[in-house]
Each structure stands twice: as structure tokens, then as C-alpha cells.
């Protein structure tokens, strides 16, 4: 009996014991769940900016199309002269590693720039494997940069060697540029759209332009950014940095996509994509190729 009791008494110790042990895991899980709440606070506080900025951004894009259709031409921002994305370009036919290829703008040497260089589809085309077995004369450097900076002429295959119009399942232009490297507004408008696709072009910005005369409505399209540094409802300047190049969305190295859109009537713009069975004359109703947009205004 005196051993039941004993047992019992221990027992209830114990089972004391537990629900001490118990209610101090319960105040650490409280403690450790606060603490994981603080980090989920904060993930979920970028959300909420994120849904925030997305919530405000339709009201905002709302009021300001209602604004604008009101609004003389005149109001929307001037279309100045479009350029490229780009200022200058890593001479990317002087880099012989992979490391080197593969550096983010910032440890990259001011001195390993060149202007952006012409767009030449006899250039481009020129066969890779040929460039790499001759001598690296300046000319084979120069040409290899240029592949490389179009390495996606406009719907071309995903192929340096490839031409334009081989793929009209990509109705863009790619540019390979190092991650980081700040991209300008190609014209002058006002950024119609952020969005944050998981796939396709990631991270983007869509800008809305009026062109020069005609007053029709084209819109500029920025992929696979790593940073967007615009709000939806701003104006921008021709040249403006609007973001940086990433590799977000179906990437596999850093660039940028940058897709010239004609107005297909809907109040908010989304990207044009092409189908398996799209065809040439479809993307050219719907697009323009970028450098003749950047050539022509
Ligand atoms: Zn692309």
C-alpha cells in the first residue's frame, strides 16, 4: 500500500513534474513560435507590401486611366526619342572564362565596356563555333560581343547563331547583360504595370507609350528583372532606369527580355505570348520588332 502510495505520490510528482516541463515547452514553443512569427510577421509583411502594392496599384492604374481618357494627348509624357536599354555593353568577346562571363555589373571594370554595338544580322549570324577556332583579332572580339549581347535576335530561336524570325513563340529580343546592370526606359511614358510572374518573364515592367504624330499606344516590356525601381502610375523620361537585369521567371542566365507591344484594346496591358501554333504575321500584328521601334522614333 505504502508503495502504491508511493508510486502514486511519484507518479503525481511526476505528472507535475511533466506539466511543468510541459508548460515550459509550451512558453519556449510560444517563445520560439513568436520568434518564427516575427520572420513570418516579416515575410508576410513583404507580401502584404506586395498585394498592398498590387491592390493600390489597380485602384491607382484605375484612376489614372479614367484620368487619361479624359485627359488631352497632350498631358500624357512626351515619347522624347527611343533608345536602347542600354548605355554600353561588357566586351564580352575579350572574356575568356566562364568566371569572367559570368561577373555581376558591379565587378566589372568601367574599362571593359563598349558602346552598344550595331545590330547586324550578317554579324550575328556569323557561326560561333568559326569565331572561336580563328585567331581572337579585334574584329572576331567585336563580333562575338555582339552575339552575345543580342543573343536573342527578334523571334529567334534560343541559339546564337540563329536569325530573326525562326521562333515566333518569342515575340521579343533577349540581351545578355550582367546581373545588376541598371535598364533605362527605351522612350518616354508612363509605367502602365508591375508583375511578378513565377514562370515567363518574372519580374517585369510594363510602360505605356504614346508615339510621336499618331498618338498610339505602344507599351515596352522589361523581363526576368531583379529589381524594379518604378511604381505603377509614374511618369518616366526616356532613358530613366526603371530596374535591374536578373534572371526571375524561365531564365537560366541573366538578360533582358524586351518585347515592344502594340495596343490590343484592354484597359490594363498584359504581355502578348505566343501559342505553339502562332505564326509570324500573328506576333507582327500584335508587336514590333525592338529595334525597329528604336531605329524609327
Ligand atoms: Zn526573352
Not at 138 to 143: M, Q, R
Amino acid at each position: 500500500m505504502t508503495k502504491l502510495i508511493q508510486t502514486l505520490r511519484s507518479t503525481c510528482i511526476s505528472k507535475q513534474t511533466l506539466l511543468t516541463v510541459f508548460s515550459t515547452l509550451v512558453v519556449s514553443l510560444g517563445a520560439l513560435l513568436s520568434g518564427l512569427q516575427v520572420e513570418a510577421y516579416f515575410s508576410g509583411e513583404i507580401r502584404n507590401l506586395e498585394q498592398g502594392q498590387r491592390r493600390s496599384s489597380l485602384s491607382d492604374r484605375r484612376s489614372f486611366v479614367m484620368a487619361r481618357h479624359s485627359a488631352a494627348p497632350d498631358d500624357f509624357p512626351s515619347f522624347e526619342c527611343a533608345i536602347m536599354p542600354f548605355g554600353f555593353v561588357p566586351h564580352w568577346g575579350n572574356m575568356l572564362s566562364a568566371q569572367d562571363l559570368q561577373r555581376n555589373f558591379c565587378s566589372i571594370d568601367p574599362g571593359e565596356f563598349v558602346p552598344i554595338p550595331t545590330y547586324d544580322i550578317a554579324t550575328l549570324t556569323r557561326p560561333m563555333d568559326e569565331l572561336n577556332r580563328v585567331q581572337r583579332t579585334d574584329a572576331v572580339s567585336n563580333a562575338i560581343t555582339a552575339k552575345l549581347f543580342y543573343s536573342t535576335r527578334f523571334m529567334g530561336s534560343y541559339d546564337l547563331d540563329s536569325a530573326e524570325f525562326s521562333n515566333p513563340q518569342h515575340p521579343a529580343m533577349d540581351f545578355k547583360m550582367p546581373f545588376g546592370t541598371p535598364i533605362r526606359a527605351v522612350a518616354g511614358g508612363i509605367v502602365h504595370a508591375l508583375q511578378k510572374q513565377q514562370n515567363g518573364l518574372g519580374n517585369l515592367v510594363i510602360i505605356e507609350h504614346r508615339l510621336p504624330d499618331t498618338q498610339e499606344r505602344v507599351f515596352s516590356i522589361y523581363g526576368h528583372m531583379d529589381m524594379r525601381l518604378v511604381g505603377t502610375g509614374e511618369s518616366v523620361e526616356a532613358g530613366q532606369v526603371i530596374g535591374t537585369v536578373g534572371n526571375s521567371g524561365r531564365s537560366t542566365n541573366p538578360h533582358l527580355h524586351l518585347q515592344i507591344d502594340k495596343d490590343r484594346g484592354h484597359e490594363f496591358h498584359t504581355p502578348y505570348t505566343a501559342s505553339a501554333n502562332t505564326t509570324r504575321d500573328d506576333v507582327l500584328k500584335w508587336t514590333m520588332h525592338p529595334m525597329d521601334f528604336i531605329n524609327t522614333f
